[in-house]
């Protein structure tokens, strides 16, 4: 089988440069190394060219993101050795790290569904609201890690304004003020939250975690309850659906996020669907 590994260097903010030599020099590989930008999305259209069977990522779910878009409907077994910050899809696919030999031997074969909002794929969450705004606020911070991430949740808290969106599913139609709107695949979001704790990722449904407008001060208090999925419960705010085929209609343009990579321009309407058993996935 021809297998080829994808190193984005950049990963889990630039640590993975340092790990990957321990792990490829030396050894009889086929890897490339993408240094910059749109380097994954190039070899991975390379590899589908070339015949390469199946394309390993080593990175996080940007990195995976990428190349899923890259294939283009190509069949080509996709697996994920996860270097990157919060590696949330793979905590879903139950995908730990691997010595890169191990893709070369016999895996498990998944057949897994992927969502697609307008004509983007994503393989585990996309997200719109507070959350979106605090990680586009994060991408132009100086600030970076942990404490970058709270000074970016605390200065968005002071201008967030919730949104009306018009909920449209092929079960049910909703309209309401959120903070949040997150539609998972998988179950994990932003490296510790549990968002969709029954999303499955062969079920052929996505699953929609809805919350309603409330004081900033009570969202804050409901964010350590989501940490192993029990905002759920909070059934005054939290509101939990299913669906195969979404569009949502906000009442004022709004940036979102999917797989973590924030959207370049601010929306006022998206669908979101799902595709079912679009994509081999590798389990060592």
Known sequence: MKVRFLINPSADKGRTSK????????????????????????????????????????????????????????????????????????????????EPERYLEPCNLRRIDLGKVDDRLFANIFGSGFDADTARRMQFSGIKGDLGYLVAVLRTLGTFRSPTVTVQTDREKLELEVMTVSVGNGRYHGGMFMLTPTADLADGELDLCLVRKISKLRFISLIPSSFKGKHVEVTDVVSMHRFRRMKLTYSRPVHYHIDGEVSPHAVSELEISILPRALTFVVP
């Not at 749109?38 to 070899?43: D, K, L, Q």
């Not at 394309?55 to 990195?63: F, M």
């Open 19 to 98: 790990r990957w030599p321990e792990f490829f020099a030396g050894k009889k590989l086929d890897y490339r190394v993408c240094e910059e930008l749109g380097m994954i999305e190039r070899f991975t259209k390379q590899a589908v060219k070339e015949g390469i069977e199946r394309v390993v990522i080593v990175g996080g779910d940007g990195s995976l993101n990428t190349a899923l878009n890259a294939l283009e409907g190509a069949e080509l077994q996709i697996g994920v050795i996860p270097s990157g910050s919060g590696n949330d899809f793979v905590k879903t696919a139950g995908v730990e790290f691997f």
